[in-house]
């Protein structure tokens, strides 16, 4: 499972930064692309951002594109997703896992597996 560790997760004011680590444990990630998802209360899962660590392209949302940043520590087998500029909206359990693919294709964040608890992220107003 990936452990959405929740580092620098938690609770934070409109226009606030989180930064969160997800670390893989009992799997390799080998190539395959690495993502994000969020999902609120009665909202279905969103795609966050997607890392293809076979060619290091990067696929967003739109909601967070030019705010989050996802980048990865092959030797720390380690994911992470900087947030900045947060806004209410981006309020949801952020999960972290492997895409079962190379690359980062359209919905892949129903493409995945490994994920774990995800980590809760609240953002007031």
């Known amino acids: 499972l990936m452990s959405a560790a929740g580092v620098w997760g938690g609770l934070v004011q409109t226009g606030g930064s989180l930064r969160l680590a997800c670390a893989a444990s009992g799997f390799r990630f080998d190539d395959n692309a690495v993502g994000w998802f969020r999902q609120a209360p009665g909202k279905e899962r969103e795609g966050v951002a997607c890392f293809s660590r076979y060619d290091g392209t990067t696929d967003y949302a739109d909601s967070v594109k030019g705010r989050f940043t996802v980048s990865v520590d092959n030797a720390k087998s380690t994911v992470y997703l900087q947030m900045n500029s947060l806004k209410p909206e981006d309020t949801a359990v952020y999960y972290c896992?492997?895409?079962?693919?190379?690359?980062?294709?359209?919905?892949?964040?129903?493409?995945?597996?490994?994920w774990g608890k995800g980590t809760q992220v609240t953002v007031s107003s």
């Open positions: 896992g492997r895409v079962l693919t190379l690359m980062c294709p359209v919905n892949y964040y129903w493409n995945m597996d490994h």
